[in-house]
């Protein structure tokens, strides 16, 4: 999808028009309920504003064709869903935090139309991508798990509708996640918005600097499925696409920093939300918007992110910044050994012995960021009561 106007025509199209259809965006907007329900003055009224959501949704997509329904109505009823929230979010405005988190599902409604059209200005930035770099790297381990995933899927249609339905999941696990950060306080977790903000900035940095497009706009699905390999890559080195998956991946990229930002004592939604970056890397291999390169790439760049939100709300601790660095400098460097080794020399055993390093470093790295968040709460701890 790509937008040739301004950012603002954009934003009006995708309220406005029902013929386009964006379902990450539309998705995402009933969640604002959440925030709203979670910040309620009681759980009375947080159950009344749930149901008065879920409420208008139906009678909207009953309605809105008099009981013909049809995927437009469902679209149409998660707009509904999203204006009704962020009209609760405006009569919330005078508590504690209810200007911060009305601007900040406005900056959430308002991301997806923004970042299509900063999709596509990235081609104009660099026209040539990368794909053939990765590619091989994929083919080099010899068992090429994007490529069974994306014929397994290709031949499963109830795989192939489930993987397009959570791959366009990427923004309610975010808003989710703000909204449980609004009611669970954790000195150990970044803010998710932070966090979301950080990530898409450097990841529109990456796919400039770095840009890939992913399997399916590279082959092709016939040509993906058939394995491409017996094929000549398309255009050689020359190829071009205006669309930008990578690299890294974004979508496992945010959902695996989401998953680390969940306060603690909310243990079953931290495994949750950790399950469903698995889930969201599973379906982005399977619909063939990424290499398994992506997602390697992405292990280091959480890293970085993490480590880098963490400094720039405790710039004191230097241990963060360092870690930053050095996580940093693992994705950079790999980025580089992609294009600077030719592919000619990827061998198994030295692409399988990069990538456990890579996920060995992203252990150690988990275990840094552990430590320093036990140490961080002993802080907390230790300090009296009125100081907190």
Same mark, same amino acid.
């Given at each position: 999808?790509?937008?040739?106007?301004?950012?603002?025509?954009?934003?009006?199209?995708?309220?406005?028009?029902?013929?386009?259809?964006?379902?990450?965006?539309?998705?995402?907007?009933?969640?604002?309920?959440?925030?709203?329900?979670?910040?309620?003055?009681?759980?009375?009224?947080?159950?009344?504003?749930?149901?008065?959501?879920?409420?208008?949704?139906?009678?909207?997509?009953?309605?809105?064709? #008099?009981?013909?329904?049809?995927?437009?109505?469902?679209?149409?009823?998660?707009?509904?869903?999203?204006?009704?929230?962020?009209?609760?979010?405006?009569?919330?405005?005078?508590?504690?935090?209810?200007?911060?988190?009305?601007?900040?599902?406005?900056?959430?409604?308002?991301?997806?139309?923004?970042?299509?059209?900063?999709?596509?200005?990235?081609?104009?930035?660099?026209?040539?991508?990368?794909?053939?770099?990765?590619?091989?790297?994929?083919?080099?381990?010899?068992?090429?798990?994007?490529?069974?995933?994306?014929?397994?899927?290709?031949?499963?249609?109830?795989?192939?509708?489930?993987?397009?339905?959570?791959?366009?999941?990427?923004?309610?696990?975010?808003?989710?996640?703000?909204?449980?950060?609004?009611?669970?306080?954790?000195?150990?977790?970044?803010?998710?918005?932070?966090?979301?903000?950080?990530? *898409?900035?450097?990841?529109?940095?990456?796919?400039?600097?770095?840009?890939?497009?992913?399997?399916?706009?590279?082959?092709?699905?016939?040509?993906?499925?058939?394995?491409?390999?017996?094929?000549?890559?398309?255009?050689?080195?020359?190829?071009?696409?205006?669309?930008?998956?990578?690299?890294? *991946?974004?979508?496992?990229?945010?959902?695996?920093?989401?998953?680390?930002?969940?306060?603690?004592?909310?243990?079953?939604?931290?495994?949750?939300?950790?399950?469903?970056?698995?889930?969201?890397?599973?379906?982005?291999?399977?619909?063939?918007?990424?290499?398994?390169?992506?997602?390697?790439?992405?292990?280091?760049?959480?890293?970085?992110?993490?480590?880098?939100?963490?400094?720039?709300?405790?710039?004191?601790?230097?241990?963060?910044?360092?870690?930053?660095?050095?996580?940093?400098?693992?994705?950079? *460097?790999? #980025?580089?050994?992609?294009?600077?080794?030719?592919?000619?020399?990827?061998?198994?055993?030295?692409?399988?012995?990069?990538?456990?390093?890579?996920?060995?470093?992203?252990?150690?790295? #988990?275990?840094?960021?552990?430590?320093?968040?036990?140490?961080?709460?002993?802080?907390?701890?230790?300090?009296?009561?009125?100081?907190?």
């Amino acid at each position: 999808m790509g937008y040739v106007h301004s950012p603002w025509h954009a934003i009006a199209d995708m309220w406005l028009r029902n013929d386009i259809r964006v379902w990450d965006w539309a998705i995402s907007l009933p969640v604002i309920s959440i925030v709203v329900a979670l910040n309620a003055r009681n759980v009375r009224e947080s159950w009344t504003l749930v149901a008065a959501t879920v409420l208008l949704v139906f009678a909207v997509a009953f309605l809105y064709t #008099l009981g013909r329904p049809t995927i437009v109505d469902v679209y149409v009823a998660a707009k509904a869903g999203g204006l009704f929230g962020l009209f609760a979010l405006a009569l919330q405005i005078r508590t504690r935090g209810g200007l911060e988190r009305l601007l900040t599902v406005i900056v959430f409604s308002t991301f997806i139309p923004l970042s299509l059209i900063a999709l596509d200005k990235t081609s104009t930035v660099r026209a040539l991508t990368l794909d053939q770099y990765v590619y091989a790297f994929d083919e080099a381990l010899s068992f090429n798990p994007a490529q069974h995933l994306f014929v397994l899927f290709e031949n499963n249609h109830w795989f192939n509708i489930s993987s397009t339905i959570i791959y366009d999941l990427i923004l309610p696990p975010t808003l989710i996640l703000y909204a449980i950060q609004t009611r669970w306080q954790d000195p150990t977790a970044a803010s998710a918005i932070l966090v979301f903000i950080v990530a *898409s900035v450097a990841g529109f940095i990456c796919y400039v600097a770095f840009p890939v497009s992913g399997p399916l706009y590279f082959f092709g699905a016939g040509r993906y499925a058939a394995h491409p390999a017996t094929f000549p890559f398309p255009q050689g080195i020359d190829f071009k696409a205006s669309w930008r998956n990578a690299m890294p *991946s974004l979508h496992f990229g945010l959902t695996l920093l989401m998953a680390l930002n969940v306060p603690r004592q909310l243990r079953i939604t931290r495994a949750a939300f950790f399950t469903f970056a698995v889930i969201i890397a599973i379906a982005a291999l399977g619909k063939g918007e990424h290499y398994f390169t992506d997602m390697i790439a992405a292990l280091p760049f959480v890293c970085a992110i993490q480590y880098l939100c963490r400094w720039i709300v405790d710039a004191r601790a230097n241990r963060l910044l360092t870690g930053f660095i050095r996580s940093a400098a693992v994705f950079i *460097s790999f #980025l580089i050994f992609l294009v600077v080794i030719p592919p000619g020399f990827y061998k198994p055993g030295v692409v399988w012995i990069l990538t456990t390093m890579i996920a060995a470093i992203f252990m150690y790295e #988990l275990r840094n960021l552990a430590r320093n968040n036990r140490g961080l709460t002993c802080t907390e701890s230790a300090l009296p009561n009125d100081s907190r």
